[in-house]
């Protein structure tokens, strides 16, 4: 069974609230719909893996910069000991950028 998922998210021109990490192209616009709309964000947190992707014309085109995992696989692979996937990334031993948490 294929568990990622790949979503499209249209934009609503919501605000973008304050996120621990800087979103990447596209990304503050889909991330500010799911702060926003909670029906949105409900469905995305059901998915264990999901990407998003960009619709231009009638092609859709993969942001494949960007994995989510939610918080239930996440604390899965930590309960596991899957080594590898940490939560933030350490810059001068000091926590920064989101690596792994919606």
């Not at 960007?66 to 933030?88: D, F, H, P, S, W």
């Amino acid at each position: 069974m294929n568990m990622r998922r790949y979503v499209f998210i249209e934009s609503a021109g919501d605000t973008l609230e304050e996120l621990d990490f800087s979103p990447l192209g596209s990304e503050s616009e889909y991330i500010a719909a799911i702060q926003q709309n909670s029906s949105i964000r409900s469905y995305v947190e059901t998915l264990p893996i999901w990407q998003h992707f960009t619709v231009i014309g009638n092609k859709r085109l993969i942001d494949d910069s960007q994995l989510y995992l939610n918080r239930t696989l996440m604390n899965r692979l930590k309960n596991a000991g899957v080594a590898g996937i940490q939560e933030y990334t350490e810059w001068q031993g000091k926590n920064k950028e989101t690596v792994g948490h919606v």
